[in-house]
């Protein structure tokens, strides 16, 4: 397609949606207040307003390869800041999908140049699930997994961000939501994470020594004043979980 063919195109849309409603774009251009934030993969493939059914003004969004959430990027802090304490939206997509050539090249045991460094965050998610990974002996079935595993580990990535933190302190933070799509079937599918999400609150919400010193405050001879930034050990985490069965391990929020 020639760029004088996408001219024509913009053009015919243009007049498309004026004899549809006449006020359309008179609409847009008063400003924008969409509901969605939606991260996903730079892939062709995977257009984040024809595979949502949502028009101009609906969706916020932020593309780059494999969808990743990565804490030292300001092109998506930004965009998640605006998206969350401007706009106001309402629920976080990170979108990841099936065949996305960024996680396979992750996964391949290849060196590709600059952007190893931007697929090295995708290692991490491998690093983190690595058990359950490399036990999916099928490759075809290992690398779905993977793409499901780093949209979970993305969307902990944007609950761990302190513009996330900060707005769940409000009466209405958005909802944060992992989606795969399915480029061979065009379904994209709820990974339901809304029960994990809050896990990580009390640690990248800065409580995590309050929550530590719940943890120790049965046993005897440890002071977690004088210990503060001491490594928890696992057999000490044992210990004090041992003394109440109720009691929660120390990496999950208690109240
Ligand atoms: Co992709």
């Not at 992750?106 to 690595?130: C, F, M, P, S």
């Not at 709820?190 to 609150?201: A, S, T």
Request: charged fraction near 30%; aromatic fraction near 6%; charge should be negative.
């Amino acid at each position: 397609m020639s760029i004088k063919q996408i001219l024509d195109n913009n053009e015919k849309w243009v007049a498309d949606r004026k004899a549809a409603d006449p006020e359309f774009f008179n609409r847009l251009a008063d400003g924008q207040k969409p509901k969605y934030l939606f991260i996903g993969c730079s892939d062709s493939r995977v257009p984040a307003s024809a595979i949502t059914g949502t028009g101009p003004g609906e969706m916020f969004v932020h593309r780059n390869i494999a969808n990743m959430v990565v804490h030292t990027d300001f092109n998506m802090l930004s965009v998640l800041q605006y998206a969350v304490e401007v706009l106001g939206v309402e629920d976080i997509l990170v979108v990841g999908h099936y065949g996305c050539g960024g996680v396979a090249a992750a996964a391949a045991n290849k060196q590709y140049g600059l952007i190893d460094n931007w697929l090295t965050n995708i290692r991490d998610v491998i690093r983190v699930h690595e058990r359950e990974f490399l036990r999916i002996k099928n490759e075809d079935e290992r690398l779905r997994r993977l793409v499901e595993l780093n949209v979970i580990e993305q969307v902990r990535n944007l609950a761990k961000t302190n513009i996330i933190q900060n707005a769940r302190k409000t009466s209405k933070p958005p909802r944060l939501h992992g989606l795969v799509y399915d480029i061979k079937e065009g379904l994209l599918r709820d990974l339901q994470l809304n029960d994990e999400i809050g896990d990580l609150d009390h640690i990248y919400g800065t409580e995590a020594m309050k929550y530590a010193e719940e943890v120790f405050e049965e046993q005897p001879g440890f002071n977690p004043q004088a210990d503060k930034g001491k490594r928890v050990s696992e057999s000490e985490v044992m210990a004090a979980g041992s003394k109440d069965k109720e009691h929660k391990p120390h990496l999950q929020k208690t109240s």
